[in-house]
């Protein structure tokens, strides 16, 4: 059996409690944190492995609300500014790969994770592989298959195709690992289909996530134009009806939104919309560094927040942003609405694990969480130690720790 673990560091950022000053965490042999509090008075039993970071600061494992880890390796040129033709160009990518390149991308993707601070995700994807690799490394994460089918007259096979795809992906969900599922976004899924996916998911007791209210070609195809229309008008598919609706209203009105579905993106969003959110007590993956790269807009966070919506961090794909660092996207968090850093490092830990129901569980720093935790080189000294955390890139990172 593993030993009990004790580290202990110049700073430790429970997250849920103030900092502590030369503190110290007591894990025990299953994982679980058994203490947290200054050096001096957390337990030090005669068998436990100590770590002593005089230098670091010791946080909660970072929680990562939106990954597509099966691109990994696929980053290159920054996203073009035709959003419509980006998804073209994913589409082709992944289509030269196998099931194996897949599954190797998925591994290459959650060790670079770990190696980064992350040791929870939230991913979406079709290829099944991040679920595999997620039960192999023994981690933790929802892993959400994607469907799709634009055309109406598509709903019955694509619904059938994703209920056999979970059945067989089970197997992988145990432990810390989770299923859910993704009717990917307006552009490739049918009212029907959304509707179809909804109840099923609801009557199985599974999370969904779905892109919405990401991107003008989303808002102007739910209007019957631009390049998303034009396209499907091309391959005879109907356009979304009736039109006019909002993507969040779109997605209320085929009975998709809930507490239990994951709105990634969230970008052009006006009042109603947020009113709409807040009262079906959807929690949001928010990702900044993806809305620039491909000019989306800023997603309205502050306004979020205020709403009472629950909201964590997500760095989107490699071909969206290169490498996936959390804390920079943490950093743009705290830029475009104004907060500090204490709020913006909850936001990839503890806000980012009731985004997806799991606060119980990591988040946080507290006896009977999972003992998640990563240490990070302490940095420039006389500013605060959550500043210090906000200010630090991957490459800071010393040791990363999965419960």
Not at 319 to 326: A, F, R
Request: net charge negative; aromatic share 4%; with cysteine.
């Amino acid at each position: 059996m593993t030993a009990a673990r004790r580290l202990a560091a110049r700073w430790v950022l429970p997250v849920a409690a103030p900092a502590i000053e030369h503190g110290a965490v007591l894990i025990s042999a299953e994982g679980r944190i058994l203490a947290v509090g200054s050096d001096s008075q957390v337990p030090r039993p005669p068998d436990v492995r100590a770590e002593q970071h005089a230098d670091g600061i010791l946080i909660p494992g970072l929680v990562n609300t939106h990954t597509h880890l099966e691109l990994t390796g696929l980053d290159g040129p920054p996203p073009e500014s035709d959003f419509a033709a980006w998804i073209r160009r994913v589409r082709t990518r992944k289509a030269e790969r196998s099931a194996d390149q897949f599954l190797e991308a998925a591994r290459t993707g959650l060790a670079s994770c770990y190696a980064a601070g992350v040791t929870t995700i939230a991913d979406t994807g079709d290829s099944g592989s991040v679920i595999q690799a997620l039960a192999e490394a023994g981690g933790s994460g929802i892993a959400y298959q994607e469907v799709f089918g634009p055309h109406p007259a598509q709903c019955a096979e694509s619904l059938a195709g994703l209920q056999a795809r979970v059945t067989e992906l089970c197997r992988f969900a145990a432990g810390r690992v989770g299923i859910g599922v993704s009717p990917h976004a307006p552009y490739t899924v049918s009212g029907p289909l959304y509707r179809a996916v909804g109840r099923w998911a609801r009557a199985e007791r599974l999370p969904m996530a779905v892109h919405v209210a990401e991107s003008a070609a989303e808002m102007e195809l739910l209007a019957g134009s631009g390049a998303f229309a034009d396209a499907w008008e091309r391959r005879q598919i109907p356009l979304p009806s009736p039109p006019g609706r909002s993507p969040v209203q779109w997605l209320g009105d085929h009975e998709v939104l809930g507490p239990a579905t994951l709105c990634i993106h969230v970008v052009r969003a006006a009042e109603a919309d947020m009113t709409l959110l807040a009262a079906e007590e959807c929690p949001i993956a928010h990702c900044p560094r993806s809305n620039a790269a491909h000019r989306h807009g800023d997603a309205p966070l502050d306004a979020l927040l205020n709403a009472g919506l629950r909201v964590g961090l997500g760095t989107d794909s490699v071909m969206s942003v290169g490498e996936l660092d959390l804390l920079a996207e943490a950093r743009a968090a705290q830029a475009l609405a104004g907060l500090t850093a204490e709020r913006a490092l909850a936001l990839c830990t503890l806000e980012g694990a009731r985004a997806l129901g799991l606060e119980a569980e990591t988040g946080s720093l507290e006896p009977g969480k999972w003992g998640d935790c990563v240490v990070i080189r302490a940095g420039v000294e006389g500013a605060k130690p959550a500043e210090r955390v906000l200010a630090s890139s991957p490459r800071d990172v010393r040791t990363t720790i999965l419960g």
